[in-house]
């Protein structure tokens, strides 16, 4: 049975391709005068960041806020212990979004005059 097991985890380590992650190399624009708009693209970026920070706390707020209620809810319409016990408390955990601020500070950065290099690089599962 143990045999079995392994082979079927073998085969699904197997199934799973390798996963890559892309690695960027910011080489900041030659002009001194492209450091102003270099430095409020790192502005917007840490603005889209705080306001995605944001968004994620006030969606785990009202998330908790829901469970809650939905949890006293059945409390209240349970009958009887074994009904009360079958009332579940769901958890909440919303991620904080932000890819798109990085991709919108990489256009920035170039549109300033900066040079992005890219390099991909597995980190799972590796051929």
């Known amino acids: 049975m143990r045999q079995v097991f392994a082979v079927i985890a073998a ?4 199934a ?3 996963i890559y992650e892309t690695n960027y190399r910011f080489t900041p624009p030659s002009d001194p005068l492209s450091r102003p708009c270099v430095t409020q693209c790192l502005a917007d970026k840490s ?3 705080n306001i995605a920070e944001l968004k994620a706390e006030n969606a785990n707020l009202r998330c908790e806020r829901d469970a ?3 949890y006293e809810r059945c409390l209240g ?3 009887g212990d074994q009904g009360k016990s079958s009332c579940n408390r769901r958890s909440c955990s919303s991620p904080v979004e ?3 601020c990085e991709a919108d500070y990489r256009t920035c950065f170039q549109s300033c005059g900066g040079v992005i290099d890219e390099e991909r690089v597995c980190t799972f599962n590796c051929p």
């Open 16 to 18: 799973c391709g390798p």
């Open 77 to 79: 319409n349970a009958k």
């Open 11 to 14: 085969l699904l380590v197997a």
């Open 47 to 49: 603005q889209c960041r």
């Open 98 to 100: 932000t890819g798109f």
């Open 68 to 70: 809650r209620d939905d």
